[in-house]
């Protein structure tokens, strides 16, 4: 069964797809397949006035404009095709300014549509040529027949069938001329609209890359930020550690000494601990990814847990930890980041409260959130601290008794939270004290 194509496809089959074909080559189709019925439209009125000789110039030219267009259209040699084209054209209008009325007859505009269109399907660089052969040609037959007017007899039979003949030649031109620069109109504005939606790619491309790069910038400082941490912040207290265990092992010191520097063993890895524990948290985000599983979690449970975890810090500084969460308080989050989260804001909290302070942990709910709060009547931030404190380019801090810290838990509290759906924040002002929040779903209002 032989399928017949809507004519817009079969339009489109045989000029050629635009993403395939040049436009140099669909407009060389164009213009073959409107020629060839251009040609069949002359062969019919050249028959019935009577033009026999430009009836048979006319089938030969049918015969290779289907060669042309074969070539064109198939083998995909459009240059060639054009050139032999032009010559055809040529040879067709040198015979038919003889053989029809010379500069009496249509043969001029002819000539002039003839060019017109080897300017609209040649390359830019044969303009010259086809300018120069184009005068070079109708300038010798004007001057020929001026010169030798016996050369271009009379071959209409009647007035009547020259004026037709002119008429319909001119109308023919007309239509031709139409059609092809229709196309060529319509071939632009195509191509403008490709052109346009190119541009839209590449400017979404140029964002996609800015923005690439400038997470690529900030992977770059949190690495060398990271890599600062591990030779400094990691190298010092162990190499604090080798002293005193050397110093020990030497049994060079009284009871009062020895005592002395088993504390501070303990602070130092109490602080390499925290900071082991936060880095590998941290390293494994960056390097593995994250896996959060978002379930119900009790809240108690983990701040007994977090508070718990700093006991044994805030019993030295006297410091009171309050908090009055019921047991049947559920979160929406994952536990285990849940967990690290209130670790690292109660060891912050402990850090920079002084002797005899006090931290207070809240709960409230809003329309199905819960929000936790973490005061504490410690050192407070100063304002040009504040900007960064969730990012690595914060500088190492210090707590109320020199405990160090280089601000990668709250790093860690950041992300983790943006992780589990939920929102971190704080308010703090120099010398008066903190308050860290946290907003989570609760699993149902209590």
């Not at 207290?237 to 504390?263: A, H, M, Q, V, W």
């Not at 849940?338 to 006090?358: S, W, Y």
């Amino acid at each position: 069964m032989i399928k017949i194509l809507p004519l817009k496809s079969l339009w489109s089959y045989l000029t050629g797809h635009p993403k395939l074909f040049s436009m140099e080559n669909r407009a060389f189709n164009v213009v073959s397949i409107i020629t060839f019925f251009m040609l069949v439209y002359c062969l019919f009125f050249d028959i019935f006035i009577g033009q026999r000789l430009m009836c048979g110039v006319i089938l030969l030219l049918l015969v290779v404009q289907v060669v042309l267009f074969y070539f064109s259209r198939v083998k995909r040699k459009a240059q060639e095709c054009v050139i032999v084209y032009a010559v055809c054209c040529y040879l067709a209008l040198i015979t038919n300014f003889y053989f029809n009325e010379g500069v009496g007859g249509p043969t001029l505009f002819l000539f002039f549509l003839t060019f017109q269109l080897l300017i609209a399907i040649s390359p830019p660089r044969l303009y010259k040529f086809w300018i120069t052969f184009h005068l070079i040609v109708v300038g010798g037959l004007l001057y020929s027949e001026y010169q030798y007017p016996q050369l271009v007899p009379d071959t209409y039979p009647n007035r009547a069938a020259h004026f037709l003949d002119i008429m319909w030649k001119y109308i023919a031109a007309i239509v031709f001329a139409f059609f092809v620069t229709n196309y060529l109109r319509q071939y632009y504005n195509y191509e403008k609209k490709r052109s346009l939606v190119r541009l839209d790619s590449i400017m979404e491309q140029n964002e996609r890359i800015l923005v690439q790069n400038e997470q690529l910038n900030k992977i770059n400082e949190e690495k060398n930020k990271l890599f600062s941490i591990v030779s400094h912040d990691m190298r010092s207290p162990l190499d604090t550690l080798r002293g005193y265990l050397e110093i020990l092992s030497e049994n060079l010191l009284n009871p009062e000494e020895k005592k002395e520097i088993e504390k501070d063993l303990l602070e130092q890895v109490k602080y390499t601990s925290d900071l082991m524990q936060n880095l590998l948290y941290w390293s494994k985000t960056q390097m593995q990814g994250v896996t959060v599983q978002l379930t119900g979690v009790k809240l108690r449970e983990l701040l007994d847990d977090a508070c718990n975890f700093k006991m044994a810090g805030a019993a030295k500084k006297s410091i009171k930890i309050t908090y009055n969460i019921n047991d049947e308080v559920e979160l929406i989050a994952d536990k285990e980041m849940l967990r690290i989260v209130l670790r690292n804001l109660v060891t912050n909290a402990v850090k920079f409260t002084p002797h005899d302070g006090e931290i207070e942990i809240k709960l409230a709910q809003n329309a199905g959130i819960a929000v936790i709060s973490i005061h504490d009547n410690g050192i407070g931030m100063p304002e040009e601290k504040q900007k960064e404190i969730f990012s690595l380019k914060t500088s190492s801090t210090y707590g109320t008794e020199a405990e160090k810290g280089v601000g990668l838990g709250l790093l860690l509290c950041k992300e983790f939270m943006t992780y589990q759906n939920g929102e971190i924040w704080f308010e703090s002002k120099h010398g008066v004290g903190s308050v860290f929040y946290l907003s989570l779903p609760l699993v149902r209002a209590y």
